[in-house]
């Protein structure tokens, strides 16, 4: 009896499998991507608009995004402004597939670590989008997505489910190697200097300030009074260690490094992966990398 219930069990797993085409979800950027695979693992497809390594900040769709758009089940974005184009975008894909800001319900943290100074009046009392950057966000998100899938597809929410809980647990794991590893190195409650503000979620995480010409986007220009501005309030407060991130020029950050005599660490990753075979090409690769290459800054390596 119990053999014939497995066996009908098991019978209609395959059916199902078999009937079921993968839920197809495009999102915008690599990391939602990432988030997205976790939880759909073999139930969905995923396509991200903006591509590994890629800027998402000044992304410029193509006419086959449209395309893509418009033959999705799901689209994930992150919101907060992160994502320009989208919304035009979607418009104009005619696509009817719901929309998942993953972000929401975060707690929005403002860019840099205090409010004093004038160098903070480029238009950057916004909040940080890139939420994502932190571990707890992070699980948010995961959390969001999984809302989703289930909503599209209540067939195998308990398969979501169960992997959004290892998401859960991993992370947490993830978030109490790093708190230790700075610890150890004495890395907490310092200035480091980017080159936007990308970690402020980061930063309200592990104790550490970043301050960064450039505001909340690659997209901006600093002036040089704002330069100015930004070099005083770093001396003030005894700027450590200055990073590039990858996929944006180096250009400012290595000038402001040498201005104050300070060390420029190793690329940090803001949003994008490295290549499928690099240092950072998943979510908890590119936070260990990034706490990694903080801590060899700090120490002098
Ligand atoms: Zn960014």
């Known amino acids: 009896m119990k053999q ?43 396509t991200s608009l903006v591509g590994a390594g890629a800027d998402a900040h000044v992304y410029e769709p193509t006419p086959a995004d449209a395309g893509v758009l418009a033959r999705a089940d799901l ?6 402004g992160f994502e320009g184009f989208i919304d035009r975008l979607i418009a104009a894909s005619g696509s009817a597939a719901p929309v998942v800001v993953a972000s929401e319900g975060v707690t ?11 160098h903070h009046d480029h238009g950057d009392d916004a909040p940080d989008p890139h939420a994502f950057q932190s571990i707890d966000n992070a699980l948010i998100y995961i959390d969001n997505i999984t809302q989703a899938l289930c ?8 398969t979501y489910q169960a992997r959004q809980g290892e998401a859960h647990a991993e992370f947490a794991a993830l978030n109490v190697e790093l708190h230790a590893a700075l610890t150890k190195a004495g890395a907490q409650d310092h200035v480091l200097l980017v080159p936007h503000n990308a970690f ?8 550490l300030t970043f301050e960064a010409p450039q505001g909340l986007s690659t997209e901006s220009e600093p002036s040089a009074a704002d330069l100015a501005a930004l070099l005083r309030a770093l001396r003030d407060e005894g700027a450590a260690a200055a990073f590039p991130v990858s996929g944006a020029s180096d250009r400012l950050v290595a000038r402001l490094a040498a201005e104050l005599s300070i ?18 090409a998943d979510f908890i690769a590119m936070q260990r990398h990034n706490v990694g290459a903080i801590i060899a800054a700090l120490q002098g390596e």
């Open 4 to 46: 014939i219930a497995l066996l009908a069990a098991s019978l209609s797993v395959c059916a199902g499998a078999a009937v079921a085409d993968p839920l197809h979800v495009v999102v915008t950027f690599p990391v939602l991507g990432d988030f997205v695979q976790r939880v759909g693992g073999d139930g969905v497809t995923v």
């Open 75 to 80: 689209i994930v974005v992150n919101g907060l």
């Open 108 to 118: 929005l943290q403002e860019a840099g670590g205090h409010d004093d100074h004038d």
């Open 151 to 158: 909503g599209l597809d209540a067939e195998n929410c308990d």
């Open 200 to 207: 402020a979620y980061f930063g309200a995480a592990y104790g």
């Open 263 to 280: 060390p420029l660490g190793a690329p940090l990753y803001a949003e994008n992966f490295s290549a499928a075979d690099g240092h950072a």
